[in-house]
Nanobody
């Protein structure tokens, strides 16, 4: 059974940074395309960034130039480095094995002064 566990969320001031991690267990991480999604209160879940097994990356326009997605296959871990955070980035962030129903439990990111 595949498990995804996110960590690294928290409260940060506007302009600050956070690094999210997603550890995948129970399967062969390196073969998966992975993604980060987020869901703000009252809004639909949206794709933030994705990374294929070969390292091809895509970002939502709203985070381009501020967020960086990466993966370490040796550690079965995906990361999301978030810089220049804005209040609009406040949401629960989820990791996902792309095109599957495998999700983590989410980690809260709050950007506020």
């Amino acid at each position: 059974q595949v498990q995804l566990v996110e960590s690294g969320g928290g409260l940060v001031q506007p302009g600050g940074s956070l690094r999210l991690s997603c550890v995948v267990s129970g399967s062969i991480f390196s073969i998966y395309a992975m993604a980060w999604y987020r869901q703000a209160p009252g809004k639909q879940r949206e794709l933030v960034a994705g990374i294929t097994s070969g390292g091809t990356i895509n970002y939502a326009d709203s985070v381009k130039g501020r967020f960086t997605i990466s993966r370490d296959n040796a550690k079965n871990t995906m990361y999301l480095q978030m810089n220049s955070l804005k209040p609009d980035d406040t949401a629960v962030y989820y990791c996902n094995i792309r095109f599957t129903s495998s999700w983590g439990q989410g980690t809260q990111v709050t950007v506020s002064s």
